[in-house]
Every structure is written in structure tokens, then in C-alpha cells.
């Protein structure tokens, strides 16, 4: 009798130690539960989304969770398929809009499973939103602790929020295997469309899927047999019709990444997994301009850093990119290489508002090239490429400012300078052609026929301190210790869109424009993180700009007088007035076009990426020729219906007809413009007094006909002396 009674004792005081223990550690685990208050503030990763200036989606930017790639695109409730819904509740928590957060009946019947060896959840979907959120860091693990903290959450839940609510969190926050998080995703991931679109039959499949999606995105036989219990349960339910469910059932559901057939039953006849990866959505899907978009994210990292960017995501970003432009960019680049670019060459482009700096169009390669390498923004590491004669119009915008006009003379003959790393010390720069015209010319014709000798002697004349600071405020690199030769382009560097923030001053009044990507970007709440101001630096006063874009204006039109081709007319719009100039670095490693418009600033670069000389056809290429055209179409597509004209004088300024060879006024020469005050004066011989001959090279002597005109000197003289410069 005592024995039993002390074994009874003993019982109940294991039992009730147990007890204890087990309260003690069921309370030390549900002790500190998170506050659901934080579920109104949740972050929740999600995708960001890239938008063009005219709210069209242009790109989407995955974010990361725990270093894992996370595609979540956050959506109400009422942008999802109703079949859709149906079909994931009556699967996931058939009496879910029935119970108060926990399903006792389906938390019996799956211990009982589990009892038999079936391992089954009985998660409702608020628990399942609890686990998802407030408890991730415990959703991997099948855990008592995770269990007692989940419930009482679960309760909590179902009594701050409505069911609709729960399940609109419900759906944005399950896993669909890959990378996708949310019905979004996953709708895009396998099916291509938006939820709202997903049939019944494809909300099937998604709910099929949600028990182990990866496992069972590999296993499409298996689905099925799912997907035919789950219809069948739900006409017993009441949740649909017999006609419905046979109907979804005949449905031929494909998923990305697999082939199949079925037959007119709707019974799987085969099924090819071809692309295992399909159930992920990429971690950055670009729709159009995928190196615009490569800087976004460059920038959105640079402002925000990458937690912010990746760690949260959600981001709405707004950018300057003109869908329309750009698509004008890439038909530019297609036509070139019908036409024939040099051999291996690659191309950039890039267009911009030289008023705000706002780039309409960016261009990093030609269309189809693979990688993110960006040809208009990483040229030499971003330090920029050397863009030859398309620097002369800053040379001589800068001697403008020095109280310069147009019709200042500046010597085209053989010069030398030291230069201690030339192999005889002696630095000997010749024009392009290799002639001289040896004679004194105007720095407008001097750029209209981008002679090199002249703008060095303007750079000599000018100082090289003062020319590279004023290169340097523009924009462009310049070396620690510029010599003369930075006057075409030795040692500069620029890239495209470096070189088209420094064109537009020369229709904005003299502003170097900050370029600008982004106009606005916005979180998930649609609070505006940070919204775009242009900036703008001063580079000249108005008059100057305008006289440098009257010489840019006439290398692009000016009728030489020596009887040579125009090297720009290519880029001539019938309809606008634009100005550019031509650029060639050494041995043609480098071919550019920079040029403006009303409303526009554009560059286009032409070159190898291992920055190696280029042929075409047998010989070198010149940019007079392969880039003015690929400029013209782009900027005459990009802005057709805008306005066109051209800026407005300054105050200050007047246009009077000059000779562009001696800078002598000439009533039948060509219009330039000039501060009032310093305008050409007329020649002191009567009209008609004088005649421009041709003089050999190397002697007063009469060119003959066979003597190329590029060669000569040209010489005013009275009609009476003529005769005195014919040789034998």
C-alpha cells in the first residue's frame, strides 16, 4: 500500500516538474514575441522597377535577402486573378475565411499523418504570413519553439487585421521556388502575364507548386495529379462547378521552361523539362536601353548604397530616358552597320537636353553586343578616350573669350617645338594631310578645315595653363603637364557622354551641363527619396558661346573658298540648323562626331575596344565620313515634330559677311557673327583691284593645273601685277 502510494507521489511529481520545465520553456519561448505593430512598417524586399521619363517600365532590378537574390513584386489583392486566389486558399487553407488564424481540424489531421510516417504541415495562412515575416529567421526549421510562437502570432494577427488584408500578405510573401517570392513573380516567372491574368487552371498550378515548389517545378506529371485534387475538392467544397474544374482541366497548362502535350481530356501525353532554371526571374530584366539601365543601378548604389538598393529594393525609379529617342539611337547604330563600320568596331552614342542635361538616349555598344562594358560612359577605364580634332572648337572658343573674333589670322605653315620625348627633342605637328598652305588664315576657316598647325599656334599664343583649365572646367581629363599637343586632343580624354555635357554650352549660353539619369525616385510608400535639380557650371558668357557656336555651326556649312568639299555636310538636317565637329585620334584608333541642335546635344564615337588602329577597305577610316551620318539620323529621327531654329544672338553681337580666308569684310563672303565694335573692315584696295591667285610651294610662281589646290599659296594682288608671277 505505502509502495503505490509513493510510486504516485513520485508520478505526480514528475509529471508536475515536467509540467513546470515545459511551461518555463513554452513561456521563455513565446516571452518575447515581436510586436505585430511592425508588420505596418515590415520591410519586405522587393523588386525594383526602372521606369522611361514617360512612365513606361523599361527595367527591373532584383533585390537580396540573407545573400540570396530576391525577385518580390508587391501587389493588392484586387490586381490578382479571383480563380487564381480560390484555387491557392481552397489548397493552401480551405477554411481559412472559417477559423480564427489556426485550424485545429487540419493541425489533427496532419500530426495524425505524421503519426503514420506521412510528414505533413498544418500551417493556416495567417500562421504561414507569421512564419514569413515576423519569424523568418525560424521558417527553415521544423521547431517546437517556431510552433508556440507562431500560434498565439497567428491569433494576434487574425485580430488587427481582415482576411482579405491577410491574404493579400499571404500572397505577396509565399515562396515559388527559384528566386521568386510573391504570386507576381511567380505569375511573370512561369506563366509570362500579370496575375490578374492567371486562370483558373494556372492558379491550380501555382498552388500546387507551394508545398515544395522546386522540387515540384522538376516534376509536371506530379503536379497534374495534384492539380486534378485540388479541382475535385473543390466542386465537393462548393468552391467551383464540375464544368469549371473539367474545363480548367482541359486546359494545356505549359509552364516556362518545359515542352508538353496533352490530349483532348486534358491528360498529360508527354512532358520535357528543357530549361531547369526557368522558375527564376533574372537580377536585373532590362526591356530597352540595357546599358541606361546598367548606370542606374551604378547610381542608385553610389546614392543609396546597396543595402537600400538591394537589401530593400522596392524602389520606383524615374529616369530621363526618351523610349522614342532611344529606339531612334539603335535604328542609328543598325543603319551604320548595314552601311559598314571599320573592322571590328564597336559604337557609342549619346543624346542629351543641353538645357538640363537630361539624356534622352545612351547608346553603350551596338545593339545585340553581350556584356555591360559601356562604351559611353568607360571609354580607358572612364578616364575617356582622346577625341582628336572635336576638341579645336573649345581651343577656339577659349581665344574667343580672350577677346578674339572670327577673323583673327593665325599662321598654317611648318613649325616646330621642343619636346624632350620626341626622338630628335624636336615636336614637328603637321595637319592631317601632311600639306601647309603657308599663309596666315582665320580661325574660322582654320576649324572649317581642322588644320592642326593653327590650333596649336592658338594654344601657344593663348598659354596652356589657361587653355587645359578651361579644357578641365568642360569636363574633359587633361594630363598633369599639358603640352601644345592638347590642342588636338594629346593626352585629353573624353567619353561620349563627358564630351556631349560639354557641347551642349554652346546653345544653352555657355552652361557645361551636368548629365542626369534620373528625374525621381520614390519607396514602395511612394515617398520621394531624392528628385533631380539641374546642374549647371559656367564655362563662357553668352556672347562667347554664341561665337563658338556660329564656328561650329559653320564647319558644318560654310562653302569653302579654295573650292574643297565641306568635312561635316553629312550631318546637315533639312529642316534644323545644327553645328559639329569631326574628331580622329592617331592612327585612327577613335573617330567622333560631337554636335548640337536646338534641344539637343549628341555625340556618336566610333573605335576598337582594345583601343587598336582601324581599317575599312583597305585603308583608314576618316570621321568625316563614317560618323555625320550615323549623328544625322539619329537627331533628325529623335527630334522630328519639335521645334527647330536656332539660338538667338546676344545682345551685343552682329552678323557681317567676311572672306574667310583673310577675315577681310566681303560683301559676298560668308556671315559670321562679331562683337559690335570689332567687326572686319573692308579691304583697303578698290573692289575688283585684287585677284586671289595659286602660288607654287616653293616659289612665286603661277601654280599650274596639275597642282592639287590643298598645296598652294594663295595670294591677293592687284590684276596688273599678275603677270609678274608667271615663271617658265
Keep these: 500500500m505505502k509502495l503505490r502510494r509513493y510510486l504516485l507521489l513520485a508520478f505526480l511529481a514528475a509529471f508536475l516538474g515536467t509540467a513546470v520545465a515545459a511551461a518555463i520553456v513554452v513561456r521563455g519561448w513565446t516571452r518575447d514575441l515581436p510586436s505585430l505593430d511592425a508588420l505596418e512598417n515590415l520591410r519586405l524586399t522587393s523588386t525594383t522597377t526602372v521606369f522611361a521619363r514617360d ?95 507562431e500560434l498565439p502570432l497567428a491569433i494576434q494577427l487574425e485580430r488587427l487585421y481582415s482576411k482579405e488584408e491577410i491574404l493579400e500578405m499571404y500572397l505577396n510573401v509565399s515562396f515559388w ?57 473543390m466542386v465537393r467544397e462548393g468552391w467551383i462547378t464540375r464544368a469549371m474544374a473539367d474545363a480548367a482541366w482541359r486546359e494545356p497548362v505549359v509552364p516556362n521552361g518545359w515542352k508538353a502535350e496533352y490530349d483532348a481530356e486534358g491528360n498529360l501525353v508527354s512532358a520535357e523539362l528543357v530549361d531547369p532554371n526557368a522558375n527564376s526571374l533574372p537580377d536585373l530584366e532590362v526591356e530597352v536601353a540595357p546599358h541606361f539601365v546598367y548606370e542606374i543601378r551604378k547610381e542608385l548604389i553610389r546614392r543609396f548604397g546597396r543595402a537600400k538598393v538591394f537589401g530593400q529594393g522596392g524602389l520606383r525609379v524615374y529616369t530621363t530616358l526618351d523610349v522614342e529617342m532611344q529606339r531612334a539611337a539603335e535604328e542609328a547604330a543598325q543603319a551604320a552597320v548595314k552601311r559598314g563600320l571599320p573592322e571590328g568596331a564597336q559604337l557609342a552614342l549619346v543624346g542629351l537636353d543641353p538645357e538640363t542635361g537630361e539624356v534622352y538616349a545612351l547608346l553603350g555598344a551596338l545593339p545585340g553586343t553581350e556584356g555591360e562594358f559601356n562604351r559611353a560612359t568607360q571609354l580607358g577605364d572612364g578616364k575617356g578616350r582622346s577625341p582628336g580634332s572635336s576638341i579645336k572648337p573649345f581651343v577656339y572658343t577659349a581665344a574667343l573669350g580672350a577677346g578674339w573674333s572670327q577673323a583673327s589670322m593665325v599662321e598654317d605653315k611648318e613649325v616646330s617645338f621642343p619636346d624632350p620625348t620626341q626622338p630628335d627633342g624636336v615636336w614637328k605637328p603637321k595637319n592631317y594631310d601632311g600639306t601647309y598652305l603657308d599663309r596666315a588664315v582665320t580661325i574660322r576657316y582654320a576649324m572649317d578645315r581642322s588644320l592642326n598647325v593653327p590650333a596649336i599656334l592658338t594654344a601657344d599664343a593663348l598659354g596652356v595653363r589657361r587653355l587645359a583649365g578651361e579644357l578641365q572646367a568642360a569636363g574633359f581629363q587633361v594630363p598633369k603637364n599639358p603640352g601644345l599637343s592638347i590642342a588636338i586632343g594629346g593626352g585629353i580624354g573624353a567619353t561620349p557622354l563627358q564630351m556631349a555635357a560639354a557641347y551642349a554650352a554652346f546653345v544653352n549660353g555657355g552652361w557645361r551641363v551636368e548629365p542626369q539619369l534620373i528625374l525621381r525616385v520614390e519607396d514602395q510608400q511612394g515617398h520621394v527619396l531624392y528628385e533631380a535639380r539641374p546642374l549647371r557650371q559656367r564655362l563662357w558668357n553668352p556672347d562667347v558661346a554664341y561665337l563658338g557656336w556660329d564656328m561650329l555651326k559653320g564647319y558644318v556649312y560654310d562653302e569653302d573658298p579654295l573650292g574643297r568639299g565641306n568635312l561635316a555636310w553629312r550631318a546637315r538636317i533639312p529642316g534644323r540648323v545644327v553645328g559639329g565637329k569631326t574628331g580622329t585620334s592617331n592612327n585612327a584608333r577613335d573617330l567622333w562626331f560631337a554636335g548640337v541642335t536646338r534641344g539637343m546635344s549628341a555625340v556618336v564615337w566610333v573605335g576598337r575596344d582594345d583601343n587598336q588602329p582601324m581599317q575599312m577597305n583597305g585603308r583608314e577610316p576618316s570621321s568625316s565620313v563614317v560618323n555625320p551620318p550615323i549623328w544625322r539620323q539619329f537627331v533628325e529621327n529623335a527630334l522630328r515634330g519639335r521645334p527647330a531654329g536656332e539660338p538667338a544672338a546676344p545682345e551685343g553681337l552682329v552678323q557681317v559677311r567676311m572672306d574667310l580666308l583673310n577675315g577681310e569684310a566681303n560683301a559676298v563672303g560668308t556671315p559670321a557673327y562679331f562683337r559690335i565694335g570689332h567687326t572686319p573692315m573692308p579691304s583697303t584696295l578698290p573692289v575688283g583691284a585684287s585677284i586671289l591667285i595659286g602660288l607654287e610651294p616653293g616659289r612665286d610662281c603661277l601654280a599650274g593645273p596639275g597642282w592639287p589646290p590643298e598645296q598652294l599659296r594663295w595670294k591677293a594682288v592687284p590684276p596688273g601685277e599678275v603677270a609678274r608671277y608667271r615663271c617658265d
Design 177 to 233: 521556388g527559384g528566386n521568386l517570392w510573391g504570386i507576381r513573380a511567380a505569375s511573370e516567372a512561369y506563366f509570362g502575364k500579370d496575375p490578374a491574368e492567371l486562370t483558373l487552371a494556372e492558379g491550380a498550378y501555382l498552388a500546387a507548386l507551394i508545398p515544395g515548389p522546386n522540387a515540384r517545378f522538376r516534376d509536371l506529371p506530379r503536379v497534374r495529379r495534384r492539380m486534378k485534387t485540388l479541382l475535385d475538392q
Design 55 to 149: 512612365g513606361t517600365p523599361i527595367a527591373q532590378l532584383a533585390s537580396e535577402e540573407g545573400g540570396i537574390t530576391i525577385t518580390r513584386m508587391l501587389v493588392k489583392l484586387e490586381d490578382v486573378s479571383p480563380a487564381a486566389v480560390a484555387a491557392i486558399v481552397a489548397s493552401e487553407d480551405q477554411r481559412f475565411f472559417r477559423h480564427y488564424g489556426i485550424d485545429w481540424i487540419r493541425i489533427a489531421g496532419a500530426f495524425w499523418q505524421t503519426l503514420r510516417g506521412n510528414l505533413q504541415g498544418g500551417s493556416s495562412i495567417s500562421v504561414q504570413v507569421i512564419k514569413n515575416t515576423l519569424l523568418r529567421n525560424l521558417s527553415g526549421v521544423r521547431t517546437l519553439e517556431r510552433k508556440f510562437k
